[in-house]
Nanobody
Framework: VQLQASGGGSVRTGDSLRLSCAAS????????MAWFRQSPGNERERVAW????????YYTNSVKGRFIISRDNAASTLYLQMNGLKPEDTAIYYC???????????????WGQGTQVTVSS
């Protein structure tokens, strides 16, 4: 499994960005997918996660109502639409994937490289 994140950049408060994660590998390894982020001095935080069908999506409280996670399985791509960005959203964003058992067990087996998001006030 390979995951390639892109779409980061430097924006101002209130702006929007859309991150993409191109995935390759067996479909059953990509049952669950997620976006994590990590800022200097902080632990990696799970931001949003979604199941294979896209029918179940979850968010950490700090991004609810602002971020939307989605996936296009035909294109093997995961997205994160980030609206109303705040300086505290500044971090390196990573995509991750897991097969079904690992997903429901809370274990993320596959990781992409990060993409930097910087939000200035």
């Amino acid at each position: 499994v390979q995951l390639q994140a892109s779409g980061g950049g430097s924006v101002r408060t209130g702006d929007s960005l859309r991150l993409s994660c191109a995935a390759s590998g067996p479909a059953d390894s990509l049952y669950g997918m997620a976006w994590f982020r990590q800022s200097p001095g902080n632990e990696r935080e799970r931001v949003a996660w979604i199941n294979w069908s896209g029918g179940a999506a979850y968010y950490t409280n700090s991004v609810k109502g602002r971020f939307i996670i989605s996936r296009d399985n035909a294109a093997s791509t995961l997205y994160l639409q980030m609206n109303g960005l705040k300086p505290e959203d500044t971090a390196i964003y990573y995509c991750a994937a897991a097969p079904l058992d690992a997903y429901y067990g809370g274990t993320w087996q596959y990781w992409g490289q990060g993409t930097q998001v910087t939000v200035s006030s």
